[in-house]
């Protein structure tokens, strides 16, 4: 409890899934939370729930299109508006595009781009001048296992997501010195909505989730939850050494030579 008590933060996509748990975990760790959400609909029925957990909360949402960086900065001003300045940004928001390489559409690989690597930089572009100003922040982009194993099949969604732990350590470099960290959180199989979308769109929903946990190491996957923790350790002061680096959270999944 507390451990980011008096911290202003904004997480991109915090409806449901991840980043919803993120909004939760930071609201019951005592900071004022702005969910920056497309749906605005799920948006609410988070705060609604944070507020129900933690009466005390203060959290607000603000419908946001992470692919537009008109509209991340005015999220951003509205945050501050309401809450002072930003301790802490969550880049959460992200999409799945699985395709083939070579029947991919332009439209396909435009909206993963769009969503999973600009999307970061337009929350990183938003944040970045007041943290480096007031000579604080941390920044913590929700990247993934693809970030550094493909998997085939799911063109071009790892190629966003190697961008995005690029763009994590060359922002942490760049703004090291003043003070300003910037970390990736690398989910494998987490239980939310996204995961359980792949499941249902192959030929047997049930088999290829039952092939999913036999090939974890721990036998299961994980829950939002799981990586809510490590975002809070990462927002909060007590990983204040800890910068352009990438946490991985798949209960050892990539570790394994082969299946
Ligand atoms: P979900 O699909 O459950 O939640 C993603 C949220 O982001 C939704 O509320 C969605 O809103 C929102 N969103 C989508 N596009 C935009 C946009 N343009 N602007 C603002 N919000 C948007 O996904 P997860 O919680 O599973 O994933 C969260 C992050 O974690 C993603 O970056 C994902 O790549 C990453 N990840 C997830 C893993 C998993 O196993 N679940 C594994 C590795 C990484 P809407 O409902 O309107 O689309």
Redesign the pocket.
Known sequence: MNRLTGKVALV??????????IAHAFAREGAAVVL????MQ??QATCHEITTQCPDARVTAVR?????AT?VREAVVDAERLFGPLDVLV??????VFCDPLTMTDDDWRRCF???LD?VWNGCRAVLPGMVERGRGSIVN?????AFKIIPGCFP?PVA?HG?LGLTRALGIEYAAKQVRVNA???????????R??WNGQADAEAARRTTLELQPMKR??Q?DE?AMTAVFLASDEAPFINASCITI?GGRSAVFHD
């Open positions: 991109t996509g915090a409806g449901r899934g991840i980043g919803a748990a920056a959400e497309l749906d799920t948006a946001t299109d992470v692919t537009s509209s880049n959460n928001a992200g999409i799945n769009a969503v999973d999307g929700i990247a993934s296992t693809h969604y997501k995005v959180i690398a989910p494998g199989y987490i239980e939310t909505q996204l995961t979308d792949w996957i994980g939002p990586v798949d």
